[in-house]
């Protein structure tokens, strides 16, 4: 689940349904309002949904379909249902999102695999150069807010995998470079 920025909304996947309830947040009491109906996800088996910081899109990770949806809020907080141009298929369940900069990363551990995706008005376009193979596996992701450093946990190794982003938005192509260094492992001495 996610909270939107202003605190009156909350956005949660329901996997049973398919779908996302919109909820909205009594700032007195805490108490949650569903309000219905409830915002089908165009995939199978919502998990991880990810808002972006304008609160204009919500981007959910749908586990059974090996899917990424954006679905488009309205200015009331409403979810409206994706069109194709907002669906994509990853071939492998979805692990995690991070978005940074207009471009939306995906896990795909089942593939060792990081998918890149170009966001304009809730449209998901693959970046060339995508998906990228991860060595050492990989179990989540995460990227700074620039889109100018990238993270992968490998979990066979138990190490974080880190890399500098080239992206050209003029042709839509990505390059990831190694950082000197990776991967960077935990350091028991100074925990």
Same mark, same amino acid.
């Given at each position: ?7 009156? $909304? ?5 996997? /049973? ?9 009594? $700032? ?22 990810? %808002? ?5 899109? %919500? ?41 940074? !900069? ?6 795909? *551990? ?20 995508? *998906? ?12 700074? !807010?620039?889109?100018?450093? %990238? ?7 138990? /190490? ?25 492992? *935990? ?5």
């Amino acid at each position: 689940m996610v909270i939107d920025a202003s605190g009156n $909304h909350m956005y949660l996947a329901n996997q /049973t349904d398919n779908t996302i309830s919109l909820l909205t947040i009594d $700032h007195s009491s805490g108490v949650l309002t569903e309000v219905m109906p409830r915002t089908a996800t165009g995939g199978f088996s919502p998990n991880q949904i990810l %808002l972006d910081s304008g609160g204009t899109t %919500l981007f959910v990770a749908n586990q059974l379909s090996n899917t990424v949806t954006a679905l488009s809020i309205g200015s009331n907080g409403a979810l409206t249902a994706p069109t194709a141009s907002q669906v994509a298929q990853i071939g492998s369940p979805p692990a995690n999102l991070a978005l940074g !900069s207009g471009l939306l990363f995906v896990a795909a *551990p089942s593939f060792s695999q990081v998918f890149v995706y170009s966001v304009s008005s809730g449209n998901l376009t693959a970046v060339g150069g995508s *998906p990228f193979a991860m060595t050492d596996g990989v179990g989540s992701v995460t990227v700074d !807010s620039s889109a100018k450093y %990238l993270y992968v946990t490998n979990p066979s190794i138990n /190490t974080t995998s880190g890399f500098t982003i080239q992206y050209s938005s003029s042709t839509n192509t990505i390059g990831l470079t190694p950082i000197p260094g990776s991967p960077f492992s *935990p350091n028991a001495s100074t925990a």
